[in-house]
C-alpha cells in the first residue's frame, strides 16, 4: 500500500526546516507527500530534495486563487518537480453558499482541469465537511463530480471530513467507484480536537482502507490536522498503525 503524508500536518517544521523535515519524513517510513506550499525554493530544487532523500512528489494543494489567476505558472512548477496530482484544497465561505456556486464552480474546475490534463496531471479536488451539505436534495460534493468530467477532475476523499459531516465514509466511497485516486485517512475521536492519529480514535480505519481499494485508491496519505502530541510524533504513530492494517 502506497501510504504518504500531508505536508500541512507539518506545516511549521517545514517553515522552520524545509529539507530537514523531509528527510524525518523519509525515515518514519513514508514514500511520497503532499505538498502545500514550496516555501521560496524552485522546482528544480525541491525536486534534487526529494531525488537525494528518495521521497516521491505524489499530490500538491493549491490554493483556488492561484489556479483561477496563476494556472500556467502553476502548471510548469508542478510538470518539472513531477507531480501526478494538483488538488483544490479549500473553499471560502462566500465561494460555496448556494447550488449556483457550486455550478459555476465545476464550470471552472472542468476549464481548469482540462489544461492540467493536457499537461500531463489530474485535478483533484479535496472535500471537508461543507461539501456534504444537500442542495435539492443532492450533495454539494456530488454536485461538482456530476458537472465535471472524469477525465479532467477526480476527489480526493478526505474519508475523516465525510465521516465528520455524518455520512459513512466506505459508502461514499462505493458511490464514487474508480474516480478517487487519492484519500486523506486521519482518524476521529471526541473532544475539542476533534482529530486523533490513524488507528487511536473511533474510526473502523482499516474498513475505510480497504472499501478504497476496492474503488481504484491507489494513494493513502496520512493527514493530521491538529494533534495533543508533537506532529513528528503524530505522524510516526499514524505510520505505524495504518502500515499494520495493510
Known amino acids: 500500500m502506497n501510504v504518504g503524508l500531508a505536508l500541512y500536518t507539518l506545516r511549521d517544521d517545514m517553515d522552520k526546516d524545509f529539507k530537514g523535515t523531509l528527510q524525518k519524513v523519509k525515515e518514519i517510513g513514508y514514500t511520497g507527500v503532499e505538498f502545500a506550499g514550496f516555501s521560496s525554493y524552485s522546482s528544480k530544487e525541491v525536486k534534487a530534495m526529494l531525488d537525494e532523500i528518495g521521497l516521491e512528489p505524489w499530490s500538491s494543494h493549491v490554493p483556488l486563487e492561484k489556479l483561477r489567476n496563476e494556472l500556467q505558472d502553476v502548471i510548469t512548477y508542478h510538470k518539472e518537480l513531477g507531480v501526478h496530482y494538483i488538488v483544490c484544497p479549500y473553499l471560502t465561505e462566500d465561494e460555496r453558499g448556494t447550488k449556483t456556486d457550486y455550478f459555476n464552480l465545476a464550470e471552472e474546475l472542468e476549464t481548469i482541469g482540462n489544461e492540467i490534463r493536457e499537461a500531463g496531471m489530474l485535478l483533484l479536488y479535496h472535500n471537508h465537511d461543507f461539501e456534504l ?23 480526493e476523499c478526505d474519508t475523516f471530513w465525510v465521516e465528520y459531516a455524518g ?26 480536537i476533534p482529530f486523533a492519529e490513524v488507528g487511536e480514535g473511533t474510526l473502523n480505519i482499516k474498513e475505510i482502507i480497504e472499501a478504497a481499494k476496492s474503488v481504484g485508491t491507489h494513494y493513502f496519505i496520512v493527514e493530521q490536522d491538529v494533534s495533543e502530541r508533537t506532529p513528528l510524533e503524530s505522524i510516526a504513530i499514524s505510520y505505524k498503525n495504518i502500515k499494520a492494517m495493510a
Open 167 to 192: 455520512h459513512k465514509a466506505t459508502d461514499y466511497l462505493a458511490k464514487h467507484k474508480d474516480r478517487v485516486p487519492v484519500i486523506h485517512v486521519k482518524d476521529k475521536k471526541d473532544g475539542d
Open 133 to 155: 451539505e444537500s442542495f435539492d436534495e443532492e450533495l454539494a460534493l456530488d454536485l461538482l463530480l456530476r458537472n465535471t468530467r472524469t477525465c479532467n477532475m477526480a476527489l
